[in-house]
T-cell receptor, first 115, second 109 residues
Framework: GAVVSQHPSWVICKSGTSVKIECRSL??????MFWYRQFPKQSLMLMAT?????????EQGVEKDKFLINHASLTLSTLTVTSAHPEDSSFYIC???????????FGPGTRLTVT | DAKTTQPNSMESNEEEPVHLPCNHS???????IHWYRQLPSQGPEYVIH???SNVNNRMASLAIAEDRKSSTLILHRATLRDAAVYYC??????????FGGGTRLMVKP
């Protein structure tokens, strides 16, 4: 089956620094990728939709200048958390789908801890 | 987006069938019903999806009510590895999935 990977799987950074998270579709081309955030004991919340070659679409309340998304190819999307603060500590999950109605393939998630 | 309603949690005994309900009374005619599950500290995993007819795959079965206002995910023999949060999601435009609270399934040995 299709596989989506994320790197790193976990990261600890200091407040004020930036962190980049990669999301790759390993054996298929993803025209659309999605970034979610999940706080402990809560459900996934969509942050943004990333389309290859175009600007990401951010959900209401998500700061586009803080969470930079780049979808440079059909197999790679990156999320950069800029000037991270402790409240940005969360589980970040990406997903990808080829097109149309069908399953989404989720990455294993990246746990970010900002100290 | 049409919403779904699921019980917060359910318990099951190992090797017994589990029926996880989902209500979606405002479903539109073109909404697909998707089920995903999330094991602890992992990304969600696709389980099954359907439109009108019941569906079976190696993981589970999906029973869809005739009026499509509810559906049931059936795990035929629960194992300890099936302990997870199960999400019932409606997908129309083929774009993002909106996750609700899901049902936390606990499996007792």
């Amino acid at each position: 089956g299709a596989v989506v990977s994320q790197h790193p799987s976990w990261v600890i950074c200091k407040s004020g620094t930036s962190v980049k998270i990669e999301c790759r579709s390993l054996d298929f081309q993803a025209t659309t990728m999605f970034w979610y955030r999940q706080f402990p004991k809560q459900s996934l919340m969509l942050m943004a939709t990333s389309n290859e070659g175009s600007k990401a679409t951010y959900e209401q309340g998500v700061e586009k200048d803080k969470f930079l998304i780049n979808h440079a190819s059909l197999t790679l999307s990156t999320l950069t958390v800029t000037s991270a603060h402790p409240e940005d500590s969360s589980f970040y999950i990406c997903s990808a789908r080829v097109s149309g109605i069908g399953k989404q393939y989720f990455g294993p998630g990246t746990r970010l801890t900002v100290t | 987006d049409a919403k779904t309603t699921q019980p917060n949690s359910m318990e099951s005994n190992e090797e017994e069938p589990v029926h996880l309900p989902c209500n979606h009374s405002t479903i539109s005619g073109t909404d697909y019903i998707h089920w995903y599950r999330q094991l602890p500290s992992q990304g969600p995993e696709y389980v099954i999806h359907g439109l009108t007819s019941n569906v079976n795959n190696r993981m589970a079965s999906l029973a869809i009510a005739e009026d499509r206002k509810s559906s049931t995910l059936i795990l035929h023999r629960a194992t300890l590895r099936d302990a997870a949060v199960y999400y019932c999601i409606l997908d129309n435009a083929g774009n993002m999935l909106t996750f609700g609270g899901g049902t936390r399934l606990m499996v007792k040995p």
